[in-house]
């Protein structure tokens, strides 16, 4: 398995706050990179992707990419309630294609409290 | 709503048992479907490639002759789990790879828990 690293946390944060989870990978070959939300007892669901160095914001959520330093975090922006759910950071290796198998990190418990 | 299936979403078997899991693809065709496990508070562990037609592709470690991985059909994988023992109890989910227009996506489906008792 590739090592994709995580802080297992808890992360906690009050309602309305930034909540910064990040993401360390071992594989420089790595292309894609995902992050996925899973309620417990439930499969994950994806929240974003981001393939190329930099910034990419999809409404609260803003994914970074660094892959000189092979680090890859996700801010989700006004936390709220439900986004208390475990986070999961996922690393494609396969070149030329972006549906091949997903490595994944352990994840980090976040804990968003009014 | 939910683009791939799995059934049955949870079952209990007894040890020495053989128990198959079904994954759907539910409106697109997938050659190509993975296979996870999970164990409680750890994350999901990669088993294996199921491809349509031919031979599944396992991960190290993964014991193929114990994770039966048949492709059948461009819709349909199954993982039998072969003489099941208690340390094989997880969550076990699979996935499977569409190409879309603006970007392609991983659909899971909502897993199936195994209990070995």
Not at chain 2, 9 to 19: A, E, F, L, R, Y
Not at chain 2, 89 to 111: E, H, L, V
């Amino acid at each position: 398995q590739k090592e994709v690293e995580q802080n297992s946390g808890p992360l906690s944060v009050p309602e309305g706050a930034i909540a910064s989870l990040n993401c360390t990978y071992s594989d420089r070959g790595s292309q894609s990179f995902f992050w996925y939300r899973q309620y417990s007892g439930k499969s994950p669901e994806l929240i974003m992707f981001i393939y190329s160095n930099g910034d990419k914001e999809d409404g609260r959520f803003t994914a970074q990419l660094n892959k000189a330093s092979q680090y890859v975090s996700l801010l989700i922006r006004d936390s709220q309630p439900s986004d208390s759910a475990t986070y999961l950071c996922a690393v494609n290796i396969e070149r030329g294609s972006t549906l091949g198998r997903l490595y994944f990190g352990r994840g980090t418990q976040l804990t968003v409290w009014p | 709503g939910a683009v791939v299936s799995q059934h049955p979403s949870w079952v209990i078997c007894k040890s020495g048992t053989s128990v198959k899991i079904e994954c759907r693809s539910l409106d697109f065709q997938a050659t190509t479907m993975f296979w996870y496990r999970q164990f409680p508070k750890q994350s999901l562990m990669l088993m294996a490639t199921s491809n349509e037609g031919s031979k599944a592709t396992y991960e190290q470690g993964v014991e193929k002759d114990k994770f039966l991985i048949n492709h059948a059909s461009l819709t349909l994988s199954t993982l039998t789990v072969t003489s099941a023992h208690p340390e094989d109890s997880s969550f076990y989910i699979c996935s499977a790879p569409r190409a879309g227009r603006t970007s392609d996506t991983q659909y899971f489906g909502p897993g199936t828990r195994l209990t070995v008792l």
